[in-house]
Structure formats: structure tokens, C-alpha cells
């Protein structure tokens, strides 16, 4: 069974920067996976934030971007502000069908 | 403007089934693939099923291939997803989210807000 793992909580300070990260148990996260990253704030949908590792939605704000890291797909955020607390999820493909990981908290404080 | 409203949620009994509906608006709904992801309360987001925009293509997660399908009616701009034989366990909100052209619904940009479905007796 396959398994997409994300840090289960992080902590940053304002105006700090963090990296968060997405692994895969089936090996190194490529391109070929189009890794999203998505912003879950208490009682609201899910907001995306990067496609295809690395691309910017319209209204991503630029202090998030995403790469590849370590054989991970991952998110940074430089510059936080307090409002980006929030649960980070990230999303793979698989060649058909497509796995979220379990979700990062990140505290800001 | 996109908007992606879900209905047909509700309590339902164990093996019963239900119709979730996502009307969309704002875009060229034909044009783009649609997907559904659910959310167990207070747990994570799991991706559920996703359709192609003309509805030729279809996928499923292995855990709910079978007991699932997922359509669309590009006549009146509305994606479906039929549930059957439904377990406590699927107890969660449902949401519908859209991708980012006709065959990449593994990219999504924009979510409906939720329908929450509870299975219970």
C-alpha cells in the first residue's frame, strides 16, 4: 500500500521561512508525480496553492513556492506571515489514481 | 467567477446510497476534468474519483473502486458522484474540485465548499 507522507507538524516564527515536504513510499517524488500543495485553514475548504511541483496558482501569494528536494516534493514558505497558519496538504498522481498525504500543522508563533 | 456548489448530502443508513451533485458555473464546464475528495471530520483529505471533461475517462481510489461511480452532464453543467452500499467509515465531507484543463485532473485549482455525509443508523 502506498503511502504519501508530510511532517505532522511544524512550527515557524513570523517573517521566518520554512521548507515542508511530501514523500512517497514507492521512491524519490519526480515531476512525473505533479505534485500539488494545498492550504486548509478550521472550517474552510481546501485552498491550492502550487500544480505540477512548482507552478503558482493566480492568487498564490509569492512568498509560497514549490520544488523538488531530497527526493521530496516541497513547499516554502519565505517571509511567513501569521495568517499562514494552517494545515498544508500535498496531493501525487500515480498513473491513474492520486494520494494526499496525512497534512502538515504549521504554527506560527 | 468559479463556483462549485455540492448538494445531496445528508444521513444515510449502513448500506444505503446516496447522490452527491456538484453544479458548476463560471467557466467552460465541458472543458475541464472534475474530481471529488472527501474529509473524514477532523481528519485528512483523501482523493475519491475524478472524470475527464468529456466523461470518456474515469478514476477511482482502489479503496472505494466498486462501490463508486463518478459522471458528469455537460448539459447542465453538473458532476455526480453515486455512492452505494455506504459504511460508517464514509462518513465525511465531500468535495468537488476542478481541474486545471480537460485531461489534467490531477492538477486542481478550485473547490466547491462541501457536502457532508454522515452514515449512521
Given amino acids: 500500500q502506498t503511502v504519501v507522507t508530510q511532517e505532522p507538524s511544524l512550527t515557524v516564527s513570523p517573517g521566518g521561512t520554512v521548507t515542508l515536504t511530501c514523500a512517497s513510499s514507492t521512491g524519490a517524488v519526480t515531476s512525473g508525480y505533479y505534485p500539488n500543495w494545498f492550504q486548509q485553514k478550521p472550517g474552510q475548504a481546501p485552498r491550492a496553492l502550487i500544480y505540477s511541483t512548482s507552478n503558482k496558482h493566480s492568487w498564490t501569494p509569492a512568498r509560497f513556492s514549490g520544488s523538488l528536494l531530497g527526493g521530496k516534493a516541497a513547499l516554502t514558505l519565505s517571509g511567513v506571515q501569521p495568517e499562514d497558519e494552517a494545515e498544508y496538504y500535498c496531493l501525487l498522481y500515480y498513473g491513474g489514481a492520486q494520494l494526499f498525504g496525512g497534512g502538515t500543522k504549521l504554527t506560527v508563533l | 467567477e468559479v463556483q462549485l456548489v455540492e448538494s445531496g448530502g445528508g444521513l444515510v443508513q449502513p448500506g444505503g446510497s446516496l447522490r452527491l451533485s456538484c453544479a458548476a458555473s463560471g467557466f467552460t464546464f465541458s472543458s475541464y476534468a472534475m474530481s471529488w475528495v472527501r474529509q473524514t471530520p477532523g481528519k485528512g483529505l483523501e482523493w475519491v474519483s475524478a472524470i475527464s471533461g468529456s466523461g470518456g475517462t474515469t478514476y477511482y481510489a482502489d479503496s472505494l473502486k466498486g462501490r463508486i ?52 443508523s
Fill in chain 2, 69 to 120: 461511480t463518478i459522471s458528469r452532464d455537460n448539459s447542465k453543467n453538473t458532476l455526480y458522484l453515486q455512492m452505494n452500499s455506504l459504511r460508517a467509515e464514509d462518513t465525511a465531507v465531500y468535495y468537488c474540485a476542478k481541474g486545471t484543463s480537460r485531461g489534467t485532473y490531477y492538477n486542481l485549482d478550485y473547490w466547491g465548499q462541501g457536502t457532508l455525509v454522515t452514515v449512521s
